[in-house]
């Protein structure tokens, strides 16, 4: 028998500041709380990509993460707040420049 030897890569946890509030909005279970939780989210989001661009950092992680955020907030959006909020312009298509 023959056994392969697998090398684990450790595993890295990057935490960004606007994470906290794009988790907040996704465990909001009132339904009168949560469009203003996904706008204060989005908010964080929109005003990390401006510091991203005046600094012209090259965060490809972090990017791919703010896009996932996004659309993650436009489905949650779309399912749980109907009728309640009209979809951001950036938010809508879910594109972030990098």
Known sequence: MVQIARK?????????????KY?????????EKLPLRIEIAEKAIFQRIEELKQ????????????????RGLQVLAKSECAGQRPPKAGVAQGKVAP
């Open 23 to 31: 988790t907040e909005a996704l465990l909001e279970l009132d339904h």
């Open 8 to 20: 684990e890569r450790p595993c890295v946890t990057i935490n960004f500041a606007w994470q906290g």
């Open 55 to 70: 600094n012209k950092a090259d965060s490809a992680e972090e990017l791919w993460a703010i896009n996932d955020a996004l």
